[in-house]
């Protein structure tokens, strides 16, 4: 394992390619990385309740998700004294890597 000290520099809740999601980009001293708490896909509810749906998640199942990492991603910005998402662009993160992907990411709070 491998920590490294770094910044945010984009945080969003963002639709991309049709999965949903909370990223964080974040850089340090020659590196970047985005840290995401993924949420699920945007497929529709009637799609997902079909019989012979190709999915393995249901409308339920996502919900859950999107609501586990939000409150994730509220801790994080309690932790960061910050309100809005926006809010934690440049806030000092600590990241911890195994085997080149990121696995952790703690918001420095000691030198807020």
Known sequence: M?????????????VHDGRIAFEFHISGKGW??????ECGWDTSEEELKKPL????WTHESRLQK???????????????????LDKMVG????????EGAITHMAILEEVL
């Not at 000092?92 to 195994?98: D, G, N």
């Open 2 to 14: 491998i920590t490294e000290l770094g910044r945010i520099d984009v945080a969003k809740f963002a």
């Open 91 to 98: 806030i000092p993160v600590r990241c911890t890597f195994l």
């Open 66 to 84: 999107i609501g586990m990492n939000g409150w994730e991603v509220v801790e994080l910005m309690k932790k960061a004294k910050v309100s809005s």
């Open 32 to 37: 970047g990385v985005v840290k995401t708490f």
């Open 53 to 56: 749906s190709r999915y393995k």
